[in-house]
């Protein structure tokens, strides 16, 4: 079969300004130079980690993700279905056990390649083998094969019937890339060209900067409005509360502790109309916390260490179950506040490492007060590793895939206890395989009753997130993907 691309890279050129040589006599001072403008800039303290969507765990990389690369299917935060992006219409069932997409036509990438069911097939096999823990891999489990009958098919075949399939087309780890361009064994380097086919491209990234314009040749369900901004990391709510201050910002996501939002929320509310003023905008639950065991840790297979490690956190716990309650069945599963007694049934204390993001808003005091009550015990020695990924306990402050109650209980699902192990996998397939919505709810408590056993991930609290927009700036708020992955197609003004 000959070869579908045929063109040359092109590489992209910026236009050069002119020089604007002005007339003076000696007498006459020359006309200043304007500064130029600021471009649009959006500033957190989640740093991109991975550029390559495969190996997306964390929320900065994800911003990352969601805004360069596509995926066939794409859905609003809090969606309860799935809709098109690189796809031309809604993936189908066309029989119990496989998902039918249809691409839309010339659809390009960014380096002006061709994008057709070869690269959405080399993509999700790519991520699939690399199978990063904690990337969106794991919602690919009844995933049998890929058949590509025509460039613009893609045909997905199934172990055994899975109605959350389409949702894993809609996650960030089944983005497209160019198969010509990435590694088929290996996660694309930091230092390598970014390749994506999404609403924005990449200009330039440096360690704590990424800049990017919007792609004219982008054909999908978000088109950016801006022409290109800045997505910008700093290392602490300080830096970004100075950048409010001097009017350097324009959009501020996440990275702001919780005395500096006070703050903020408070001189909005004095001065609304203010030009240098911003505004805050709630996303109402949209931060959960969670405690989640290493699956190798040596300490969490013991289940009375695990039990009198949730019973020391109850009194603080504000969340009642692995999924939260703004999401479609959510059920009460863990119990929360009252009077708990740890119980240590082991003669010598317990040595453990708990991990945190020290990028996150006050995790670290978080992960301080966890250390406290599990100390308090009298069984267990804490010690605080910030990002270890060998560390016995991770504090995750979490966003699920998807909108979906087993998306959010995939911690769980991909690693319970091994008494359970068979039980749990049992349940699961049983709430993929039924459309009937009452059988699904019944399956989906006792899946997470069953977690609230097993206390393998511990719900800690869920709260609000919060976005201050400029004056003069507006963010739509379907600004995100199913996750709430920050998307810059809604934002415009500055």
Known sequence: MPSRRTGRFVALIAAAGLLLAGCYTPNEPPTPTPSPKRPFTVMSTDPIRVVDPAGVVDQGSAILAQNVYQRLMTADPGSSSPKPDAAARDCIFTSETVVTCTLSTDLKFHNGHELTSSDVKFSIERLIRLDVPGSSAILFTT???IQTPNPQTVEFVLSRPDTQFPWALASIGASIVDEETYDADELRPVDQPIVGSGP??????????????SFADYKGRTPGRLP???????PDSGVIEEAIADAKVDVVWRGLNAA?????????????NSPEGFTGRELAGARVQQLIWNPESRAGQNAAVRKAIALALQSDRTLDSIVPPTVPGYVKSFP????????????KRIQLTLSYDPTSPDERDLANQIRSRLEDTGGLSVRLRPM????????ADRKAWAATP??????YLSAPPESSKTAVQTLEAQYRATADNAQAQTVIAQLQTKAAADLT??????SDEYLFIRVGVDVDPLSFGPGWQLGFWGMSGG
């Open 143 to 145: 995933l049998r094969r």
């Open 228 to 234: 290109g901004l800045v997505y910008r990391t700093e």
């Open 200 to 213: 924005f491209q990449v200009s330039r990234f440096a360690e704590n900067e990424l800049q990017l314009a």
């Open 388 to 395: 270890d990924a060998a560390a016995d306990l991770t504090l």
């Open 406 to 411: 087993v998306a959010w209980l995939q911690p």
């Open 336 to 347: 929360v506040g009252g009077v708990a007694e740890p119980k240590v049934t082991w003669a």
């Open 457 to 462: 991930v511990l719900p800690i609290s869920q």
């Open 260 to 272: 500096a939002v006070t703050r903020l929320r408070q001189q909005a509310t004095a001065a609304p």
